[in-house]
């Protein structure tokens, strides 16, 4: 089983930038690939950005495209987010995810085996 400690949420403006950190611990000598979601108030949970293992190969979710850049540090056992341009909308809880046993990128939360706990992201307009 693999523990997954996200930070780096808070309060921003609209336009305003953030970088999301997610912390891998335990099991984490297989291969995998890693994702990014959130749930916004009243709504479900929705993919946002996903990464190989490798890094060459990432996906995105059509409505941070352009602006949402998902990395990873395999050495550090850490994935990151980083959002710019942020708007109202991109409110939520942002969910970093494990995909176990696949180094491929995954768009479905079914994929994903291990989740941490969320981090809150606000974006005031």
């Known amino acids: 089983q693999v523990q997954l400690v996200e930070s780096g949420g808070g309060l921003v403006q609209a336009g305003g930038s953030l970088r999301l950190s997610c912390a891998a611990s335990?099991?984490?000598?297989?291969?995998?690939?890693m994702g990014w979601f959130r749930r916004a108030p009243g709504k479900e949970r929705e993919f946002v950005a996903s990464?190989?293992?490798?890094?060459?190969?990432?996906a995105y979710a059509d409505s941070v495209k352009g602006r949402f850049t998902i990395s990873r540090d395999n050495a550090k056992n850490m994935a990151y987010l980083q959002m710019n341009s942020l708007t109202p909308e991109d409110t939520a809880v942002y969910y970093c995810?494990?995909?176990?046993?696949?180094?491929?990128?995954?768009?479905?939360?079914?994929?994903?085996?291990?989740w941490g706990q969320g981090t809150q992201v606000t974006v005031s307009s």
């Open positions: 990464i190989n293992w490798s890094s060459i190969s990432t």
């Open positions: 335990g099991r984490t000598f297989s291969i995998h690939a």
């Open positions: 995810a494990w995909r176990r046993n696949s180094g491929n990128y995954g768009t479905r939360e079914a994929e994903y085996a291990d």
